[in-house]
């Protein structure tokens, strides 16, 4: 696993994964259950930002509880 920064402003789908041991799949799961609302870039890639990361550690707490 590559070592990420967490002073980068924007992460990409598989990078943001990784700080939380998800794969974009996952991700793009809770995308579409409204759970995480990802930026889009012009090329239509996903880029996520540090404030979405308390959203993402609900979403790992959710997992955990049910």
């Not at 998800?22 to 404030?51: C, D, F, H, I, W």
């Given at each position: 696993?590559?070592?990420?920064?967490?002073?980068?402003?924007?992460?990409?789908?598989?990078?943001?994964?990784?700080?939380?041991?998800?794969?974009?799949?996952?991700?793009?799961?809770?995308?579409?259950l409204g759970l995480?609302?990802?930026?889009?870039?012009?090329?239509?890639?996903?880029?996520?930002?540090?404030m979405m990361l308390?959203?993402?550690?609900?979403?790992?707490?959710l997992k955990i509880?049910?």
């Amino acid at each position: 696993m590559n070592k990420i920064s967490t002073t980068t402003k924007h992460y990409s789908i598989r990078a943001f994964g990784d700080l939380f041991g998800l794969a974009p799949a996952t991700l793009r799961y809770y995308e579409s259950l409204g759970l995480l609302k990802p930026q889009r870039a012009v090329n239509q890639r996903r880029y996520y930002t540090k404030m979405m990361l308390t959203g993402c550690v609900f979403c790992c707490i959710l997992k955990i509880l049910v």
